[in-house]
């Protein structure tokens, strides 16, 4: 299996959930601040015209493929890489560990319902995680330097971030050398948004997959043109 898969310039990893969390795991041991993003194919046709968001996928530590699309576009899709993305499995899986090593999670959103809704998710799949702290930034637009402080008084050991791109990458950019915390995980919006119907959500998958097909191969056109 392909363990990097290069989409429009940007490198992505491509390892399995097993091995990520492994690599992850092992690296939280050590009190310094690691990264992880999920990706999404809204994400990646952002990064085209937004420097702020390439930069951030190219300086996190770690990629998390979120939708099996983006092996499609670059034909680097198989059966296990595309259940593990299709159920989501990293999250779960990264959960069961922050829980079970009794990691202190702060959840940070975009808006006050956001965040309720995943913070109530979590405490019901994972009762026992720690959740120290939440914020939403549409409470304080103007002023992130106040989630930045109430995140470094409390020194969570991972910070969950289901922003939307692009204030994820934005919010990550400007705060990382700031943040006191062992793991900083940009999960996304994915999670929190309604299930599409069957047909309308597999349509909108299908124009999104060929849009960054288009990405991928203008990209690889510019290439060998130089």
């Given at each position: 299996m392909i363990k990097t898969i290069n989409v429009a310039?940007?490198?992505?990893?491509?390892?399995?959930?097993?091995?990520?969390?492994?690599?992850?795991?092992?690296?939280?041991?050590?009190?310094?601040?690691?990264?992880?993003?999920?990706?999404?194919?809204?994400?990646?046709?952002?990064?085209?015209?937004?420097?702020?968001?390439?930069?951030?996928?190219?300086?996190?530590?770690?990629?998390?493929?979120?939708?099996?699309?983006?092996?499609?576009?670059?034909?680097?899709?198989?059966?296990?890489?595309?259940?593990?993305?299709?159920?989501?499995?990293?999250?779960?899986?990264?959960?069961?560990?922050?829980?079970?090593?009794r990691k202190t999670l702060f959840l940070i959103g975009d808006t006050t319902e956001n965040t309720g809704l995943m913070y109530d998710r979590i405490r019901e799949l994972y009762p026992k995680c720690e959740i120290t702290g939440t914020a939403a930034l549409e409470e304080c637009r103007m002023a992130t330097d106040a989630v930045v402080n109430e995140i470094n008084s409390l020194s969570p050991d991972v910070i969950l971030s289901v922003l939307p791109s692009p204030d994820q990458e934005h919010f990550l950019m400007e705060n990382r050398e700031k943040l006191?915390?062992?793991?900083?995980?940009?999960?996304?919006?994915?999670?929190?948004?309604?299930?599409?119907?069957?047909?309308?959500?597999?349509?909108?998958?299908?124009?999104r997959t060929h849009k960054l097909e288009k990405q991928v191969n203008q990209y690889s056109g510019k290439q060998d043109e130089g």
């Amino acid at each position: 299996m392909i363990k990097t898969i290069n989409v429009a310039g940007i490198e992505l990893d491509n390892y399995t959930v097993r091995e990520t969390i492994m690599s992850v795991e092992k690296e939280m041991s050590d009190n310094a601040f690691h990264t992880i993003e999920e990706v999404n194919m809204d994400t990646l046709m952002m990064a085209e015209t937004d420097s702020v968001i390439r930069e951030a996928l190219e300086t996190v530590e770690h990629t998390v493929i979120a939708e099996k699309g983006i092996l499609d576009a670059v034909g680097a899709g198989n059966y296990q890489r595309n259940h593990e993305i299709e159920h989501h499995d990293f999250f779960y899986e990264m959960m069961k560990r922050i829980e079970r090593n009794r990691k202190t999670l702060f959840l940070i959103g975009d808006t006050t319902e956001n965040t309720g809704l995943m913070y109530d998710r979590i405490r019901e799949l994972y009762p026992k995680c720690e959740i120290t702290g939440t914020a939403a930034l549409e409470e304080c637009r103007m002023a992130t330097d106040a989630v930045v402080n109430e995140i470094n008084s409390l020194s969570p050991d991972v910070i969950l971030s289901v922003l939307p791109s692009p204030d994820q990458e934005h919010f990550l950019m400007e705060n990382r050398e700031k943040l006191s915390a062992g793991l900083w995980y940009g999960m996304g919006k994915m999670e929190l948004e309604k299930p599409l119907g069957r047909i309308s959500g597999c349509i909108r998958n299908m124009i999104r997959t060929h849009k960054l097909e288009k990405q991928v191969n203008q990209y690889s056109g510019k290439q060998d043109e130089g």
